[in-house]
């Protein structure tokens, strides 16, 4: 009975390390042109991110935005919105993997535009995440690649 309830705990445990295959998306990934970091994370049984560093957090420009206080929301569509400060704030959500290297069906917002797009997630390589933002169909998009 004891090496059944053993071989039982070993198959669960297996079971569990399989199934955390998107283990190895979540954390901090810098984005393309590092002007910002990206922590992914989960977010019930999908996979979610925000923004928790930027490379500039206070605006220097006066044309922008009242100079030393952190940047803001400011180009969002919502003008309730528009005052969140860019540090925290979530820029993805509601991928669900498909496959081992692959997530879908999630929505990605680009604070610099204002615009949300639907998205994709290709875990690449260990360091290499291509983050695929598009309108309509994945041909009509663009592709970020984000590192460790």
């Given at each position: 009975m004891k090496i059944l309830t053993l071989c039982a705990s070993i198959l669960l445990s297996a079971a569990t390390v399989l199934a955390a295959g998107s283990g190895d998306i979540l954390g901090i990934w810098k984005?393309?042109?590092?002007?910002?970091?990206?922590?992914?994370?989960?977010?019930?049984?999908?996979?979610?991110?925000?923004?928790?560093?930027?490379?500039?957090?206070?605006?220097?420009?006066?044309?922008?935005?009242?100079?030393?206080?952190?940047?803001i929301d400011r180009k969002n569509p919502d003008p309730a919105l528009r005052k969140r400060p860019l540090i925290g704030l979530q820029i993805m959500?509601?991928?669900?993997?498909?496959?081992?290297?692959?997530?879908?069906n999630g929505t990605c917002y680009d604070p610099k535009s204002g615009k949300s797009y639907r998205g994709k997630i290709h875990l690449?390589?260990?360091g290499r995440l291509e983050l695929r933002g598009f309108i309509g169909i994945p041909l009509f998009g663009r592709t970020?690649?984000?590192?460790r």
């Open positions: 984005t393309e042109l590092d002007e910002a970091q990206v922590e992914v994370y989960r977010c019930g049984e999908k996979i979610c991110g925000k923004i928790v560093r930027l490379k500039n957090p206070l605006y220097t420009d006066s044309s922008d935005g009242q100079v030393g206080t952190p940047i959500h509601g991928f669900s993997q498909q496959g081992d290297n692959l997530w879908v690449a390589a260990p970020a690649v984000w590192t």
